[in-house]
Antibody
Framework: EVQLVESGGGLVQPGGSLRLSCSAS????????MYWVRQAPGKGLEYVST????????YYADSVKGRLTIFRDNSRNTLYFQMSSLRAEDTAVYYC???????????????WGQGTMVTVSS | DIQMTQSPSTLSASVGDRVTITCRAS??????LAWYQQKPGKAPKLLIY???SLESGVPSRFSGSGSGTEFTLTISSLQPDDFATYYC??????????FGQGTKVEIK
């Protein structure tokens, strides 16, 4: 079964840091671009970041550029999201997502994790 | 950035109704468009990719159409399990991918 399981969410103070992890199973992790998408409480979906299949290329939404870093360890089938200088507006459920097409950065998102909640508050 | 605008924001319908949701892009995205369904407290689920291709396992009552800047998601006969929020998403440009604001389908 194809599965993505996020961990690492929690309560953090403004200006603080957090690292999210996403463990993948059931597919060849190293062949697919991976993404983070977030959803603030009661709001819609917001694309946050992409890492291509081999980790060489990364992309970020302007709202997180310079503060959040996406990377992956293909030997461990794990995606990461290093979050720093966190703000109240970063409060959201963060979803780890798999791209549908092998080796392509541009594809629909076919598998989603269950999400992990990040709350930024003093 | 490419803006995606969905209409309506909320839709009230009955079981068995034919339902259509529209998504407009601020510039042409060819057919690089996906539709997702999300139920409360759950992760989104891919329904349609490349504007009109049905994802494996998705019921055939769901269909997508359009290209360029205007797209539609149609549910041919609304079922109780279909009451949810639907999002369109463009993936035409590398950065950033963008979602519509969502359409909530409610029970009439």
């Amino acid at each position: 079964e194809v599965q993505l399981v996020e961990s690492g969410g929690g309560l953090v103070q403004p200006g603080g840091s957090l690292r999210l992890s996403c463990s993948a199973s059931g597919f060849t992790f190293s062949s697919y671009a991976m993404y983070w998408v977030r959803q603030a409480p009661g709001k819609g979906l917001e694309y946050v970041s992409t890492v291509n299949y081999n980790g060489i290329s990364t992309y970020y939404a302007d709202s997180v550029k310079g503060r959040l870093t996406i990377f992956r360890d293909n030997s461990r089938n794990t995606l990461y999201f290093q979050m720093s200088s966190l703000r109240a507006e970063d409060t959201a459920v963060y979803y780890c997502v798999k791209g549908r097409l092998r080796f392509m950065d541009r594809s629909a998102f076919d598998i989603w994790g269950q999400g992990t909640m990040v709350t930024v508050s003093s | 950035d490419i803006q995606m605008t969905q209409s309506p924001s909320t839709l009230s319908a009955s079981v068995g109704d034919r339902v259509t949701i529209t998504c407009r892009a601020s510039e042409s995205i060819s057919n690089w468009l996906a539709w997702y369904q999300q139920k409360p407290g759950k992760a989104p689920k891919l329904l349609i990719y490349q504007a009109s291709s049905l994802e494996s396992g998705v019921p055939s009552r769901f269909s997508g159409s359009g290209s360029g800047t205007e797209f539609t998601l149609t549910i041919s006969s609304l079922q109780p399990d279909d009451f949810a929020t639907y999002y369109c998403q463009q993936y035409n440009t590398y950065s950033p991918w963008t979602f519509g604001q969502g359409t909530k389908v409610e029970i009439k």
